[in-house]
Nanobody, 120 residues
């Protein structure tokens, strides 16, 4: 069993940066594909970045070139580096395991997520 905990959100001005962390417990972390999702007010949750067990990455067009997903298996943590933030990036951000690498098929129940607010 793997449990994930998101952290690192906050309030930032447009153009700024944040780094989110997704810390995992459990011994099978290294074989898991992980995705970062976000849900803005009034919108559906969407997969924005994914990293496979082999560290292949995939991004939604809305964040490509600005966000970078990475993983540190020794620390059982996946990161989301967010640069050049825009007000439209404001959302609650979640991580989850993925059934298929890069695909929007989350495995686990959703945690509380971490709030990111970008002011204009």
């Amino acid at each position: 069993q793997v449990q994930l905990l998101e952290s690192g959100g906050g309030l930032v001005q447009a153009g700024g940066s944040l780094r989110l962390s997704c810390a995992a417990s459990g011994s099978t972390f290294t074989i898991n594909h992980i995705g970062w999702f976000r849900q803005a007010p009034g919108k559906q949750r969407e997969l924005i970045a994914a990293i496979s067990s082999g560290a292949n990455t995939k991004y939604a067009d809305s964040v490509k070139g600005r966000f970078t997903i990475s993983r540190d298996n020794a620390k059982k943590t996946v990161y989301l580096q967010m640069n050049s933030l825009k007000p439209e990036d404001t959302a609650v951000y979640y991580c989850n395991r993925l059934r298929v690498a890069g695909a929007d098929f989350p495995i686990d129940d959703w945690g509380q997520g971490t709030q990111v607010t970008v002011s204009s």
